[in-house]
């Protein structure tokens, strides 16, 4: 269970590393919407593996194909099925991983769960699953723009140790694409690469941040009590592989201020209700206010490191492995379009949400 | 929408801060649990105001009642209806809160989004809406407790700068319910107590950071993909009013280690997996992995302070606005109990899938 | 589980026949519609015991009490809590009710099920469940009304084997509340009544057939495959108590005719596209062809007879049982608002969602 | 919306006539089940077209292909991804479906919904859709025989006026398939044939009945209220293409018997609780009583008729249209499998839904 995200624009994904392949089904996508593949390669792009030298060397091709939908190129309101197939599949260099369990992976957890596990690749636990997320995401990403001039945005802002120095408001996409690890500050960027190269060549991983913004939301998506805006956010984002915190608007720091520092106080600017700061980050009470969303989402090192380490095989012997094979070094890069995704499937979910409830 | 959570044991809570009552509807509960209001009002006395120095002093008894779902003081299975009526209504307290947004508040984004507001105790924006999710965890708690031995604890750990020391393995109730504050660690809880003192004596306010724990969950709970243990707990704690940020065992921490360092080796203990460390917070893949779940909710300062602050009212013209009344200099000791409501709920309702899909 | 009905006009009920209430929340009702206790309770008073001598001569008022989702007498956008308190309690008219399973009452099967059961007045098995349908359907009639001029009406057309002559286009809500067995033909009504008290008379009961009516649908509601509007429409009228059956448009005769016969021929009339007949009832491949919807629904004989009856007791001896007390011997009367409730739930959920996806 | 199907194992079709192909994703079906193609690829047999003289003679192959959820020819928990290629795409054939209305088909009311419609083949209308539908519910099968052993099955009761004598309780899947009517009364299996056979000469077409049964369904599945087991039940039959009506037990026909002639008495037979008849259909109170379950299901007559009708077109102008190419003259010997499928869905997820909250 649990492969199903949103309620009016719901994804269903499906697929495994070694399987026939992977992909998504959206449901709920307004009909008219203008969609070929060319709308939702360029994400995939963003995803795959080998697109550079600090990332998996693994070639796939990830070519999207839509399989329902649409019609002369428009939406026709019925399931969109995206599917990519899968290539690439050397199982044989993961042999060990079929009788023992990869430390901090989810093979144990697996197995513990299901009493089975397609161990080649990772099976379902294996990265490949975010192509039906990301590619989902494409289209809703396209929908935000189009109908309501939402942009949606994500960026590296810190790797291990090394911080960027960024700007929710203005860091655009030609900057987060202008180097290989996303980050829009160049100077920081140079040495994210340094270091994942420096952690590569040690066998060893590193993890990050980054930050999610959307900019023009309007006030008022969002609902209150349990899918409140910053916890879809926040459930969306820990979904994703290796994530293990997040933060909207002042986050942990904010615990520093007192109220009288933190709130935001609130003005009418050229005739729109704005806040002067804006630490609830663009949300309050669950709701949109029209500000700025921006949040944070923590990765932890990939857990693939080629040293060998203490674990437990399939008869709960205690043994050692030692990886083989290719991984990333830092998921980070990859990870952006993933982070943006999800964002954007939140809210385009809540965008329908409101038209729905509130929209007469 | 989004007064709904859960799937299996799904609650939808109601109501607003002065109209008939709140409560909550649960429905899926398993049959033949003894039940009767004394298992659920010690939750709700905790979470209760007035019920210490350092909490809003508003008398309110929130003595619930059950109205269905029980017979001979067992749960029948069918849905079990909470009430809790509303008393202390003051709102001639309240009355320029009719015409004026709060800042940090969700009275602009509750107009923006319904173009209509119950602004007497700040309705459904206001913390009696909790009193449903509370009662909700109580079942849930002594139902995870009876059946799976499951044990459900939370702590607060800092109150702004004053941070505790506590472990989380081995913290008890007992500890948490020693002082007023919420915190195992004596000391530090002396010092938070007057800290929120002097805040509130300055009119002013204060945030903080809970822990929260599960214990003996088995391995094989939670769902891969988007209903991962952690994203169900992090939506489940972003959720409560006045958050911000959520981690889950290395967290926003993590990020500065390598993979080496952050990885949890696993060993056979007495013919049972487990892992040296716990970096994982007890969950790998979105299922837990049989160790302890923890994890750390950041909460924002109180958004009630007694000073003048900009803001616009309803017309949109800038003005402002200076609040009066009675309310929680810091909110931490009574989300202690929301907190651990909400980690009840999620675990119950993935223990119930569990059973569903891999229980046989 | 399976106490929540609709996606977003969604409602869960709760309540024993004699427990505290029984009742209902609305969650996703739009903010701003003018609403009152005095909206709602005719439509409880129209499914009220003892409203005329045909039904069950229980005495209860049934009063309707909104705790939450208005305000100055307009909905808020929240969750619309709406309770009934119950009265009339004579629990010891049901003493052997606790040890033996009335036949073809659910008695056994919850008993089978949950291995607990609410036996004073059938608990959640009563007719009293569906205050909560009622009450919430009230509120879903008259948003239909008034946001899309859609009117929702049902009659009484066959009781046993006295059938009457309805016209679904024509008849009006004052014919059917001319008499009280809620049968616009006034002769065959007549009939009805006659033979329903008859039938009581004789410690006996009966069944029939209800005619439910939507009229001005516009084009366009409902959605392709599983929840096409007539499958909602049929599973909303089997969830009421004592249904057998479901036919929408030309239904089980239908299947008497040729393809040419039976096809609707379409025609442009003053610019509407319409249909000559109607045999597809107002639904095609699951969407509204806004035609006049109209459909069945079959009720069995209500199951508590006042004769001896061959049954089981909870240690499963073989006994007999004669009811006591007081009971319908004729359900349709009081079933025609509960019709009207599910009809109006079904097209209110599906305009929302028709916005959602396609209102732009 | 709406292309999605249970709550446990919950299923998402997708497809259009003439898109890459149609398919479905299964989400929670338990791990270690059994599963090939070579246990779906029979049903699909059943379903495909040009499978017997009396179907539309479209020659396609229909080979389903697993691409997920599975490893090593076993289920592992994860999503079951399903896809059938489209093939024989003579869309030439259908060109004025370009821009006329079949009357009786969707083409209209897809046409008010979405504004846009796949007209090949009749896009997402086209009986290909329940493809996913039949290769889900052979899994479904499988598992509720494997794990429970129930035995779901379908055959033709009645082809307009022919009807044939089925006893519920003992028909067999041999005699079902015995014959390319799928009726197990042989002698009323040659009538109906020549009736199929005379109609298609005619160029005209004919609907009829299916009876569904679920056998060794054990008492307690279902849920009271809104997911009763019979409007599950009426909902999945209503969701087939082509369906006009419901039964369940005594059906439409109870109304004519008296309360004291419709009960059915219990008795303590060989230590079951058993009824002594079976007018409830095996359901009561939204609950399985251990009996079988019967119920059947109405057929209007194929809308695709080879004569001139009268329709619109696109720009609702008058007009007329004779349809050309391919089609069933009878539906029903296809629908049983489709028939058998939902039936099964239902009933699996019900199971699963019953283990959750009651299996302790």
């Known amino acids: 269970m649990g492969n199903t995200f949103g309620h009016l624009f719901r994804i269903t994904t ?19 919407l203008e969609l070929t593949e060319a709308d939702i390669q360029p994400e995939l792009d963003r995803r795959r593996p080998g697109q550079s030298k600090i990332v998996t060397p693994r070639k796939e091709a990830d070519a999207v194909q839509i399989l329902s939908g649409t019609f002369e190129g428009r939406t026709l309101g019925t399931p969109i099925s995206l599917v990519v197939k899968n290539e690439d599949q050397r ?15 989810a093979d144990y957890t697996y197995h513990a769960k299901y009493g089975i596990r397609a161990w080649p690749g990772g099976g379902r636990t294996s990265a490949r699953e975010t192509i039906g997320r990301v590619a989902a995401g494409a289209v809703a990403k396209k929908l935000l723009r189009e109908r309501w001039g939402v942009e949606v945005l994500a960026c590296v802002t810190q790797v291990q140790d090394v911080k960027a120095a960024v700007a929710p408001e203005t860091f655009t996409f030609e900057q987060v694409e202008a180097n290989i690890v996303r980050c829009p500050d160049a100077a920081a960027a140079d040495q994210m690469i340094r270091l994942i190269e420096q952690r590569r060549g040690e066998g ?3 993890g990050g941040i980054i930050l999610g913004v959307a900019r023009n939301v309007p006030a008022g998506w969002g609902d209150p009590v349990f899918d409140r805006l910053e916890a879809d956010l926040g459930k969306a984002m820990l979904s ?16 520093h201020l007192t109220g009288r520092q933190h709130n935001d106080a609130i003005r009418n600017v050229d005739g729109r209700v704005r806040t002067v700061t804006n630490r609830s980050g663009g949300v309050v009470g ?27 095989d399939i008869h709960l012997e205690n043994t050692t492995l030692k990886p083989r094979g290719r991984h990333d070094a830092c998921v980070l890069p990859r990870a952006v379009p993933m982070v943006e995704a999800m964002t954007a ?16």
């Open 286 to 312: 669950g709701i949109s206010n029209g500000e700025l969303i921006h949040f944070r989402v923590a990765f932890k090192p990939t857990a693939t490191v080629f040293h060998e380490q203490d674990t437990v």
């Open 240 to 255: 994703l592989p290796a994530t293990k915190a997040f933060e909207i608007g002042s986050g942990f720091e904010g615990v």
């Open 14 to 32: 499906w697929g495994e590393s070694h399987g026939g392949g992977v992909g998504v089904v959206i449901d709920g996508c307004p009909p008219r």
């Open 345 to 360: 499937l939140v809210l385009v979910d809540h965008a329908l949400r409101h038209e729905a409830q509130c929209g007469h």
């Open 204 to 206: 060893d991983s590193v």
């Open 91 to 105: 199982s044989e260099a993961y042999t060990e991983m079929a009788t023992k369990f990869r430390p901090s992976h």
